[in-house]
């Protein structure tokens, strides 16, 4: 668990089914998990913080381990409305829409192209940051998920992910947290900006 603005939280975990590390955050200001696998340090790790109040998926594919953290806390569990058809099999999960704050200081945006619900996340605290779901990874440097992964015609998906980001960058961030990958702390949005005019 590592500490990467303030009350930021970052941890890296195996994620059962794709059997690669990938990354959760908990923004502790505003009692919040994105994205969460259970952390090495177990779910106890959190009674000595802020307790969590809610999870916040970037998109429906990210539930995790979201449902130790309902038993454990209580937490709601929130999905863009586009993507609650995942949990027809009786996972308690709800609805928001694009433009929502889910909680204080979290907005959620639309980035959509990759699937409806893709959605990232505007957390204003301390320098800013922005959380994406399966849009961009940073696995040595930022990038696209392989086109396999992108569908029929991957270079117009990649082309509007990246008009998806450059609307992004007119938000007030500096960090880039990455749901696959390590997040970018400080220079994030600057890195995006690089990506998206190369």
């Known amino acids: 668990m590592e500490e990467i603005g303030p009350g930021i939280h970052h941890w890296k975990a195996r994620h059962p089914r794709i059997q690669v590390e990938v990354s959760s955050y908990y923004v502790e200001p505003a009692a919040t998990l994105v994205d969460p696998l259970e952390p090495p340090e177990g779910t106890e790790w959190f009674e000595a913080r802020t307790k969590p109040e809610r999870v916040v998926l970037t998109n429906r594919h990210h539930y995790r381990h979201s449902d130790r953290f309902a038993d454990a806390f209580g937490c709601v569990v929130l999905c ?13 999960v709800e609805g928001f829409a694009f433009g929502d704050e889910l909680a204080p200081g979290i907005t959620a945006h639309e980035v959509g192209v990759l699937c409806p619900e893709e959605t990232s996340l505007h957390i204003e605290v301390g320098d800013g940051f922005v ?11 930022l990038g696209f998920v392989s086109d396999g992964l992108l569908g029929d015609v ?26 696959h990958g390590n997040p970018i702390v400080p220079g994030g949005k600057q890195r995006l900006g690089e990506f998206v005019d190369r």
């Open 154 to 179: 991957p270079e117009a998906i990649k082309s509007g992910l990246s008009e998806s980001f450059r609307r992004l960058l007119d938000l007030e961030f500096d960090g880039l947290l990455l749901a």
């Open 80 to 92: 863009n409305e586009n993507g609650l058809h995942e949990f027809d099999d009786g996972r308690q």
């Open 131 to 141: 959380a994406l779901a399966d849009a961009l990874t940073n696995y040595e440097e």
